[in-house]
């Protein structure tokens, strides 16, 4: 983008006011909170036994969730991308619910489905699997209400490639997979990446669907939303402690992400 | 009309719409577990008295929480003592609280039992899908005390944040026993089975109430506190609903 085209695309400055506004209703609760931080007990706050397991488990449940979510959203972000058949923007409506549900919502759809008086409760009782109760919900909630972040992503990134590159390879006799592997997967990278941040990010807050669906247990089900949310009833100072350790986290992560996407494209 | 207002008061946004005006109402900070007594105890109230009466329901600490926040209310009613002695302990009490009712834990399954549970001592087995409250609230602070004062060992599978997450895991099937109140179980009616446990009436969970500092109107809002404790008909709704009197 050359100076002149970003010159005359510059929006009027009144817009500095709104936008300001804007980033004070973000900013200012998080400040807020901040000030109710007592800084002499953090280090002890945030190294009890159950701050660390609440801590170890949401970063690999969100971990996995974020791999579950590129694993089988990518694909169906490429087939909702080129799809033809009638009925894909309904199928896409559908597919974007988990976006508007409120996520206990989710959490009880999970349970109907996934609980041991579940829908499937027989089939997972005949392969025993038992998922209620254990990490695994944990993730099933997280990549409910995460994969539509990275679909929406991966979509638009999908969309916005050239589809006369693509024929070109085509014509000079690519196989498909190659197409992708090669071509389709590297102009669509920053799309990838904000789209796995986005799940990650999403995963890492989940709390009404893990606390309807999973449980909450110690280093099995209750990751750090629900630990704030237990600590909040007898601790206050531990619940905006372990609040600003989930924001750390989460700013971390992003910057790491976005930093590289950045530098990458 | 009347209700709007002070629906609206309540959530603060307009503090002063009641304010020096005595028979507009009063508003009530109750324990979540109080919610159907204490709004039948309104009406009776409201009946006897003509002052209308707005309640809101929550957690125990989250009402605390709210006024120690500085949300306008006259009367306080906690599920537990620790609770109202933080209220106390921040000077929102007026006066000393009073106890007025006792809860004490039971142990509930699914209907038709299909864990075979029947006392306590069966709940120590790691194959069972017990549910309980975590410790940080009231009523898992009190499951600890009975489990160990039985010597009961219980693995659970889940610790809820409130007692109500408990007995909906035990009424859909997802547990195969839990620990609730008796108010709790007599409320799920035949969704549930419900077993006592020996010693827990002895150490049950005591109900406080209070009138607050901070009340618009101390008159009624005393009353209210009054009518809650030593009005017939406030006893048989509260003992119908499965408290007990207080020792």
């Known amino acids: 983008m050359s100076a002149a085209t970003r010159s005359l695309s510059r929006p009027p400055a009144w817009v500095?006011?709104?936008?300001?506004?804007?980033?004070?209703?973000?900013?200012?609760?998080?400040?807020?909170?901040?000030?109710?931080?007592?800084?002499?007990?953090?280090?002890?706050?945030?190294?009890?036994?159950?701050?660390?397991?609440?801590l170890r488990l949401s970063l690999w449940t969100a971990g996995t969730s974020t791999v579950l979510c590129l694993v089988l959203g990518v694909p169906l972000a490429l087939v909702l991308a080129y799809a033809r058949f009638r009925g894909v923007t309904v199928l896409r409506s559908l597919l974007l619910l988990p976006l508007v549900l409120p996520p206990?919502?989710?959490?009880?759809?999970?349970l109907y489905t996934f609980g041991s008086q579940g829908m499937l409760s027989g089939a997972l009782e005949f392969l025993g699997i038992r998922v209620a109760y254990t990490s695994i919900a944990v993730v099933l909630a997280m990549a409910f209400v995460s994969m539509p972040f990275l679909v929406i992503s991966v979509e638009t990134a999908v969309r916005g490639v050239d589809p006369e590159i693509l024929e070109a390879a085509t014509v000079d006799g690519a196989h498909r997979t190659a197409i992708l592997r090669y071509m389709v997967l590297p102009l669509v990278g920053p799309g990838l990446v904000s789209g796995a941040v986005l799940a990650f990010a999403r995963s890492l807050g989940e709390f009404g669907a893990t606390l309807a669906f999973a449980g909450n247990r110690q280093g099995v089900t209750r990751t750090l939303p629900l630990e704030i949310y237990l600590q909040r009833e007898t601790d206050p100072d531990a619940a905006v402690a372990l609040s600003l350790l989930l924001i750390a986290v989460a700013i971390l992560v992003i910057s790491i992400a976005y930093g590289r996407s950045q530098r990458g494209g | 009309m009347k209700r709007t207002i002070a629906l609206a008061a309540a959530g603060g946004l307009a503090l002063t719409a009641c304010a020096d005006n005595d028979d507009e109402g009063i508003t009530v900070f109750a324990a979540a577990s109080l919610h159907e007594v204490f709004e039948e105890i309104g009406e009776r109230y409201t009946e006897e008295t003509g002052v209308e009466v707005e309640f809101t329901f929550a957690g125990s600490s989250g009402l605390v929480e709210q006024l120690e926040n500085g949300a306008p209310a006259d009367v306080l009613a906690t599920a537990d003592e620790a609770n109202m002695d933080a209220a106390a302990g921040s000077g929102l009490v007026s006066g000393d609280p009073e106890l007025f009712a006792e809860n004490y834990l039971v142990i509930v399954t699914p209907a038709g039992n299909p864990g075979q549970v029947s006392g306590l001592e069966d709940l120590d087995d790691e194959d069972l899908q017990v549910v309980i409250c975590a410790e940080q609230v009231p009523c898992g602070a009190a499951t600890q005390?009975?489990?160990?004062?039985?010597?009961?060992?219980i693995s659970p599978v889940s610790e809820e944040t409130s007692v109500t997450d408990v007995l909906g895991r035990v009424r859909n099937g997802e547990a195969d026993a839990g620990l609730v109140y008796a108010t709790d179980a007599l409320q799920?009616?035949?969704?549930?089975?419900?077993?006592?446990?020996?010693?827990?009436?002895?150490?049950p969970n005591l109900y406080p109430i209070a009138l607050l500092e901070s009340a618009d109107a101390p008159g009624p809002g005393q009353e209210f506190v009054d009518f809650v404790i030593g009005d017939e008909q406030a006893r048989q709704i509260l003992e119908d609903a499965g408290f007990t009197e207080p020792r």
Do not use: K, N
């Open chain 1, 16 to 54: 500095l006011i709104p936008a300001l506004l804007g980033a004070t209703v973000i900013l200012l609760p998080v400040t807020g909170m901040m000030t109710r931080l007592s800084w002499a007990e953090l280090p002890a706050l945030l190294t009890s036994p159950s701050s660390l397991a609440a």
């Open chain 2, 145 to 153: 005390r009975i489990s160990a004062a039985a010597g009961v060992q």
């Open chain 2, 188 to 203: 799920a009616g035949d969704e549930v089975e419900t077993f006592e446990i020996d010693g827990a009436q002895e150490d």
């Open chain 1, 104 to 110: 206990v919502v989710g959490g009880l759809a999970l």
